[in-house]
């Protein structure tokens, strides 16, 4: 099983940017597909962004898209997620996260084949 550590978050004002990274141990992350997800109280946990196992392909919700950027180091076993331009919106627990490894870039942005989790990272943007 792997283990998730993100790091990264903070307190921002609006329209500032934060990186937000996770490092993975226990094994190999460069054959599952990986997302970032975020969690606001009472409301469910939504996928932000999602990568491939290669890398080649991203997903963003609406939200986000034009302003966050998806990336992967398969050498390092680390994910990404560079965060511009932030609204107080994006305030939120943000999670990383990981499918099995298949090497399918097939459901990659299904939030329900993510397995594996962080313990989650507090962003908070200020209006």
């Known amino acids: 099983q792997v283990h998730l550590v993100e790091s990264g978050g903070g307190l921002v004002q609006a329209g500032t940017s934060l990186r937000l990274s996770c490092a993975a141990t226990?094994?190999?992350?460069?054959?599952?597909?990986m997302g970032w997800f975020r969690q606001v109280p009472g409301k469910e946990r939504e996928l932000v962004a999602a990568?491939?196992?290669?890398?080649?392909?991203?997903y963003y919700t609406d939200s986000v898209k034009g302003r966050f950027t998806i990336s992967r180091d398969n050498v390092a076993n680390t994910l990404s997620l560079q965060m511009n331009n932030l609204h107080p919106e994006d305030t939120a627990v943000y999670y990383c996260?990981?499918?099995?490894?298949?090497?399918?870039?097939?459901?990659?942005?299904?939030?329900?084949?993510?397995?594996?989790w962080g313990q989650g990272t507090q962003v908070t943007v200020s209006a």
């Open positions: 990568i491939i196992w290669s890398g080649s392909r991203t």
């Open positions: 996260a990981a499918q099995p490894p298949n090497r399918s870039g097939m459901a990659y942005s299904d939030h329900r084949r993510y397995s594996d």
């Open positions: 226990g094994r190999t992350v460069s054959s599952s597909n």
